[in-house]
């Protein structure tokens, strides 16, 4: 690896070293589009929403009962509920003025409740709560020092030293001091810990704050959290971070401890610790991920499941996974270039992480089901959902992890869509974007992108300044494009097949030059690996990098989702309004319907189907589903007819 | 309903009215076959086990730290681990002497624990503990009671009434003092008190126990228990269960719920709240049962899932959840004489009551999957196993209900095979046996029944005694026979086909006759409902009512069962040693095996496969698997061969 130059973007992520660097808030703005339109939700609608709820549920009002000397008597929620306010505080660090007055008080509330040491949790340490660091395995202590952490960094990036960062600096010496190589030999149930010390340690120059977080890694991995019932797995306390062939446990503690992995490894420059989490990445995505990126599919444990055990209709995916795989996603590709690590982010972007939000960004899914089965009530908007249920979006959960983490990636997705290297500018995710740095040499660059993705495939690519040197312009090429479908044409005209991967174009660009992508947003039919059980004779739609999903809303009346039978021998079309059309067949409800009991004898080969019952489907992109009042929904759709009926056997 | 004559029998259940009476233990003896093996093994092997680790688990010193007022501080186990001793006691109640000191002496214990008022639990409610009834939802204290009087009753119809009677009692007082109409307007979280209090009433004649439990009834399904993230559906605290459609929430709370339901019904004569039971009974049957006669899908809540969802890898179908399908459908059984009662009870004893418990009576499934994808490690022998895991089975749980239930279920089978009406005798399960008993009028009958099934499906009935008038001895045809294959061989030697439902042959039998049934024990391929996605594309195999599983001990070294592919055009036939022989291949592993992502645009049609690659696939009863050391398995093969591999997508 590389050292980067030093440099203070506003950014998530900042390595010091790898093959590429990212580009900030400051570089790359977001200006209309399919992720502009939900950055506005976000920024004007989603955050007050969280602040809103916060402040109904009580998770505001721990910092000032702490700060009051009454929080052991008045304290609301659960053990972590103070991370949402800093997952908050994060998504207002990246997208408001760095000196918002609301910003500033919710950050004097916060700072009100640290002790003088830097200890500051509203749940734990006061006289009448449980002692500070009497359950590590569940307290999640460190995990809420992490998001403070990233909170205080935002402000730092954004902003400069503000309180905020103060406060996160106070916790963190806290941190280091408390579970130093001297300290508390412990890690916590929930890592996160890791990811944002490594940050602090980017945005300050502090190495102590990287050896803390190396100490965490090293520890975690040898049985010091207790067992559950789950296992020790739960934790990714069952083996070292080093040994594990593929993410296992719960889903998103795995995914953060990994992306902690990644940080600490490339700090470090541990070759071997960056293989093993690219060896687990692998495993997962090959065997252990839905379709729509998302990741674990146990409900009991919110974990990964063994390999292929991917249930549609009880798929987890829980929102917050699809956050942390794209954290992890970006810090290997930030790593080492290989484009797959954004077409896997892409994937996860357009069908967890926008699927979670609604229209107007006050209500959320936390569970991203791929298969509904009866429509479901509305959730009530005057209390807390339960977090599994997948009816509808719900305004709040009583583990409202989600929406915050949504409010904060959103907030910084600019920051996800480029990088530089030596050569040039690399494009990963596509969107209307405004890009302006600095090459090596500090020879100014700017660009201008305008594409309608993913509802249509043209990426255009506009040079507004450059310097007068040749340089690379890189772009991704999606996995599931081909080479005879996919074109670059260059600022001369000239048009020429790309495959795959990466595509480059070097030359000195003159202003006005302008790059065009075509990407095939045909829709196309999807199998699953015959080791996806639970998805054996069905197939799925993709258009571009959008999942599909019949809805029964858009059925004829009397019809739900599982009457559908698409007929694999046509294509699926395009439809109007960027629905996709299938050639198919509505079962009538089968014979079986009224049967005792539901396992038979088989009789003969299905009866034909007369042309006169088929049907064309309209599916709809999976991230919209449940917008239009409680229906059911499936992502994959059978082939063939059932069997006649035989009997009951 | 009739009313039943009085009769003092050694029986579970004794429903005073009802369309059949049950017989007792002191009327039906299993005398070897597939059933006496495990009974004998449950006896000899099984409660000894529980008993050892009930007390190494420092569950039965509750009881003694309880009388010695120090259990606020040494108690063990979970809330409800005094109902593990209640349940044993039940169990040695129905195959010990009476006077067994072993017996007297667990008895003596548990005495004197009990509380002067008749409060008994060692969880709650001296000092320094939670008060009584301070959590109803969570706190099992009337759980607990329902196996105590269930422990009472068995002693008081196996040998009088004894100290385990009279505590019994005692508590059931306490429970009506505390619950009745003016007393505490709650239910317990977990039923099970209500078939208790009925099955107490019928015992001592004393009403008010009847009483008690239908108030439960009535209370129940009003919200009076605590809102949960699983909702109110999981204490079936969501609507009453006169209005209820099918069974939901937790699968066992749901089942004995059921079960108190129709004691209430058939004890009060309410033929709604027994027609809502059967309604119930129907839905769940038909739309939300495994293949084995397993109940309840979702490991998180170990609740039924919504219609449908029933995937084999991540079945729960916990063996409690068995045995109480078993104790509702005899219910069932015994108020309407309906034969399919006893079809669903035979195929959950074969294939999940018998499947949990090892060879040895030793080891136990707590939960019992339909396929194992990973071969898992050997469950220690020194600690308790977390209860959802099924890789082997293990000799106790952290929550080890299903092993003293299995116990107290195989001590009291006998009772579960026949009845009698005023036609006759109804034989409902078949065994080695002898059945002596009086028909109407006191005439004395006795029966011998010889069968291997069911490795055969031949069941012989040999007269010993009769009366010289005509009486009716009937014959449960088992639902998956069929008319063309299905024999009764009468005394004089006369064949006649029998269909699906009850074959009966009324006659004066002569001491010496004897009746012949010769059920199809062909093994037969099974389709599931096109509605259970989760095994589309697969076939299952049964032979009698035992459900088959290929299992890797069982297919060439390397193979694991997901290679497994059958050939539906071919037919399974019968293997040695009980074993079932399909047609199909094993399959290589797919071009897909290192896909870097595990879902394409598919390519052309499947490969033909050569003749060289076909192979004959052996499948084992379920109930036998992991017998022999860590394997994978599978109930549900797939037919087809996947689609060529396409592309990456």
Not at 474 to 481: E, H, K, N, Y
Request: glycine letters at 10%; hydrophobic letters at 40%; charged letters at 25%.
């Amino acid at each position: 690896m590389r050292e980067n130059t030093a440099r203070s973007s506003i950014l998530p992520v900042a390595p010091n070293r790898g093959r590429l660097r990212p580009l900030g808030l400051d570089e790359v703005k977001i200006t209309g589009g399919f992720w502009g339109r939900r950055r506005h939700t976000n920024a004007t609608a989603t955050i007050g929403h969280c602040l809103d709820r916060m402040a109904r549920a009580g998770w505001t009002g721990n910092f000032r009962a702490a700060a009051e000397g009454r929080v052991h008597r008045d304290r609301r929620g659960r053990e972590f509920a103070d991370s949402e306010m800093y997952k908050l505080l994060e998504a207002m660090g990246w997208t408001r003025d760095p000196h918002d007055s609301e910003t500033a008080a919710f950050t004097d509330l916060v700072a009100s409740a640290q002790e003088p040491d830097g200890y500051l949790n509203t749940a734990f340490g006061r006289p009448g709560q449980q002692p500070r660091y009497s359950d590590l395995a569940w307290g999640h202590e460190l995990y809420c020092y992490g998001h403070l952490i990233q909170a205080g960094v935002a402000q730092m990036r954004a902003g400069g030293e503000g309180e905020l960062a103060k406060t996160a600096r106070r916790a963190a010496d806290h941190v280091c001091a408390a579970f130093g190589p001297h300290g508390i030999d412990g890690v916590c149930g929930h890592p996160g810990i890791e990811t944002a010390l490594v940050e602090l340690a980017r945005a300050t120059g502090e190495e102590r704050y990287l050896a803390q977080a190396a100490l965490f890694l090293e520890r975690r991995g040898h049985g010091r959290l207790a067992d559950t019932e789950f296992g020790r797995a739960y934790f990714q306390d069952d083996m070292p971070v080093l040994e594990a062939d593929v993410l296992r446990g719960h889903a998103v503690r795995a995914l953060y401890l990994a992306s902690g992995a990644v940080d600490v490894a490339v700090e470090t420059g541990d070759e071997d610790l960056l293989a093993a989490v690219i060896r687990q990445w692998d495993a997962t995505v090959a065997r252990r991920t839905y379709l729509t990126g998302g990741m674990g599919s146990h409900h009991r444990d919110e974990s990964f499941g063994d390999d292929f055990v991917l249930p549609p209709d009880r798929a987890y995916s829980e929102t917050c996974a699809g956050v942390a795989s794209v954290m992890l996603s970006w810090r290997l590709l930030l790593a080492t270039g290989d484009p797959r690590y954004a077409d896997l982010a892409e994937r996860t972007l357009f069908n967890v992480v926008a699927t979670s939000p609604s229209d107007d960004g006050r209500a959320f899914f936390y569970a991203n089901t791929l298969h509904r089965r009866r429509r479901g009530a509305v959730p009530p908007a005057d209390r807390d959902s339960p977090r599994a249920e997948s009816s509808l979006r719900a305004p709040w959960f009583a583990v409202s992890c989600c929406p915050t983490n949504v409010a904060r990636t959103l907030a910084a997705l600019p920051a996800y869509l480029a990088t530089t290297d030596d050569a040039g500018i690399q494009l990963h995710q596509y969107a209307d974007a405004e890009i302006t740095t600095a090459l090596a040499g500090r020879r100014a660059v700017a660009l201008t992108v305008r594409t309608d993705y993913p509802s249509g495939g043209g990426v255009a690519v506009r040079i507004d300044r450059a310097p007068d040197h040749p340089w690379t312009l890189s772009l991704r090429v999606p996995a599931w494009t081909r080479g005879a479908t996919t074109w670059l044409v260059g600022p001369d005209g000239a048009r020429r097949a790309v495959a795959p991967g990466t595509a480059e174009v070097t030359r000195v660009f003159r202003p006005g030059d302008e790059l065009r992508l075509e990407l095939p947003v045909t829709p196309r039919w999807i199998a699953a690996d015959p080791r996806v059980d639970a998805v054996r004779g069905t197939l799925a739609v993709q258009r571009g990098p959008l999942v599909y999903c019949a809805e029964s809303v858009d059925l004829p009346a009397g019809h739900e989702v599982d009457a559908v039978r698409v007929d694999p021998s046509g294509e699926p079309a395009d439809g109007p309004d960027d629905t996709v059309v299938v050639p198919g067949r509505l079962s009538a409800p089968a014979p079986e319907h009224d049967a005792a009991w539901p396992y038979r004898t088989p009789g003969g080969p299905p009866a034909a189907v007369p042309d006169a019952d088929r049907a064309d489907i309209t599916l709809v992109p999976y991230h919209s589903w449940a917008g239009r009042g409680p229906s059911t929904m499936r992502v994959w759709l059978p082939t063939a007819e059932p069997p006649s009926p035989g009997r009951e056997s």
